[in-house]
C-alpha cells in the first residue's frame, strides 16, 4: 500500500462520516429512544473519524492531524454526554410511574 493511496482511502473516510448527518436527524427525532440511538450514531461516527485520521497522520507524517483528532475526540465526549444525560432521565420517568 502507497501512501498516497492510503491518504486517498482515509479522505474518502473522512468525507463520508455522516456524525452530522446524524447530528440533524437527532434533532428531528421522533422519540427520545430515537434521539438517543442517532445521538449514538454521531459518537460512533466521531470515534470513527479519529481512527481514520490516525491513519492519515501515519501514512503522512507530514500532514498535522492533531487538531482535528482532538475535535474528534471532544465531539464523541459531547454525544456521550448527551446519551449518559437522556438515560438519566429516562431512568428518572420509570421511577415516577
Known sequence: MTNIWLAGLTACQLVSSKHWCNY??????????DFVHKIA?????SKETK??????????PH??????????????LIFSS????????????????
Open 63 to 76: 500532514i498535522d492531524c492533531e487538531n482535528l483528532s482532538k475535535e474528534a475526540h471532544e465531539l464523541a
Open 41 to 45: 450514531l454521531c459518537k460512533k461516527e
Open 24 to 33: 440533524m436527524e437527532a434533532d428531528g427525532a421522533e422519540s427520545r429512544k
Open 82 to 97: 448527551i446519551i449518559l444525560s437522556n438515560n438519566k432521565k429516562s431512568d428518572i420517568n420509570l421511577k415516577k410511574k
Open 51 to 60: 481512527h481514520w485520521l490516525r491513519m492519515i497522520a501515519k501514512a503522512n
